[in-house]
């Protein structure tokens, strides 16, 4: 796709996946605890597929698109339903009585971790890409592209 090299960096063969891998299993945990959510939490898997295969490639897109998805959901936890708190009270909660309530709750901070993981490791990736002058606009057209997906697998898929 792209005429000259890129420089490889740690970011897109070691943080990437491991970014992605934890939000990965975050989303495998939560889609055994609640069935409802597995269509849903299988769609929005193949996001994080898509990236980490993509950003290995040194594909801009995939960098906007990992960036983005993160940011976004992010703060949708973080200042919509506060699951990320909620879920590190329950954690918290976990580790001093051993009771476990609420495992797909208990899974949303491991999924903000891996997406802050996500956030720097495409940066980083994006700030080592020496291909293009118009890798900004890749990197935005990859994010506006994972948003609109992620609209429509949200319309379709969430449950009512």
């Not at 703060?75 to 590190?88: K, S």
């Not at 918290?92 to 996500?118: C, E, K, N, S, Y």
């Amino acid at each position: 796709m792209n005429n000259i090299p890129a420089k490889r960096s740690s970011s897109t063969h070691v943080w990437i996946p491991i970014g992605a891998g934890l939000f990965l299993v975050a989303l495998g945990v939560s889609a055994a605890a609640v069935p409802q959510l597995r269509l849903l939490h299988i769609l929005q898997a193949l996001i994080y597929v898509a990236i980490v295969i993509l950003a290995r490639r040194n594909n801009v897109f995939a960098l906007g698109a990992g960036f983005t998805i993160a940011v976004v959901w992010n703060c949708l936890e973080f200042f919509g339903p506060r699951l990320i708190q909620a879920g590190t009270v329950l954690l918290w909660t976990f580790l001093h009585t051993g009771q476990v309530r609420h495992v797909d709750t208990m899974m949303v901070p491991l999924a903000a971790i891996g997406h802050l993981i996500l956030i720097f490791a495409c940066l980083t990736a994006l700030f080592n890409q020496t291909t293009s002058k118009r890798k900004w606009w890749k990197f935005l057209v990859g994010g506006v592209m994972v948003l609109g997906y992620f609209a429509l697998i949200v319309a379709i898929a969430l449950p009512r």
